[in-house]
């Protein structure tokens, strides 16, 4: 006779609200500046942008969908798992990832100061200036998305890729 051990995870918590349906206009300018924000950036240099801002602020949904995403554009596992690591890690990446990476986390940590000039103008040696605005205003969604899913507690782990629109 054979037994089965039977892992019993935690229960799934439900989501506060539904916000996007309890305030359609503002999901949807939300979803627009999405698109936007991310016109001319390499999609995989945006999905890193998603994964650290998300990680930093702990928005769970954000870290299930933007993992989701960025394996589908092409991102390796390795890089995935050695981001919130990046300072140890630095071999993994670009220098031009890592000034996008290091300019996000000081524009979602802005409780720490000001986003610091030496951050800024390595940032700014890496992007030409539309391509440094574009980034800007990448970093600037995703937190503005992480403040729904965390507040609202979005619930990880359904979505797929392709499911935003």
Request: proline share 4%.
């Amino acid at each position: 006779m054979t037994t089965e051990e039977v892992t019993e995870y935690a229960p799934e918590q439900p989501a506060r609200m539904r916000w996007a349906a309890l305030a359609p206009e503002v999901y949807k300018a939300m979803a627009r500046l999405e698109q936007a924000s991310k016109q001319g950036l390499d999609p995989r240099l945006v999905e890193l942008v998603r994964l650290r801002a998300s990680a930093i602020n702990h928005c769970a949904f954000c870290l299930d969908m933007h993992t989701k995403d960025a394996l589908a554009a092409g991102e390796t596992v390795q890089r995935i798992v050695h981001l919130n690591a990046w300072e140890e890690s630095k071999h993994f990446y670009t220098q031009k990832e890592l000034a996008a990476i290091e300019l996000t986390e000081a524009v979602t940590v802005l409780t720490d100061g000001f986003v610091p000039d030496e951050v800024y103008e390595k940032a700014a040696k890496h992007f030409e200036e539309a391509e440094l605005a574009q980034l800007i205003a990448c970093i600037a969604v995703i937190n503005a998305w992480n403040r729904f899913g965390v507040t609202t507690r979005a619930v990880p782990g359904h979505y797929q890729p392709g499911d935003f629109s």
